[in-house]
């Protein structure tokens, strides 16, 4: 029992260790998109962005 329990602790272990490198690989991705907005967009376009995003978030992620 004691076996199974050290096991399945290692298992959590993993699966928090690829959940942060996952949640990091995800911010990188994130502020990439950002950058590029910003170099893109004009400052009133990324206003009517922020816009959209507090209603529709998904609409404003679509890329």
């Known amino acids: 029992m004691e ?3 050290a096991q399945h602790g290692i298992g ?6 690829q959940q942060k490198a996952t ?10 998109r950002k950058m590029t907005l910003s170099q893109i967009l004009s400052s009133e ?3 009517r962005l ?3 995003a507090l209603v529709k978030p998904k609409k404003a992620r679509e890329d």
């Open 3 to 5: 076996e199974l329990m």
């Open 12 to 17: 959590n272990h993993q699966n928090s260790e």
């Open 23 to 32: 949640e990091g690989t995800k911010r990188e991705a994130d502020e990439r």
């Open 45 to 47: 376009a990324r206003e």
């Open 50 to 52: 922020a816009w959209i």
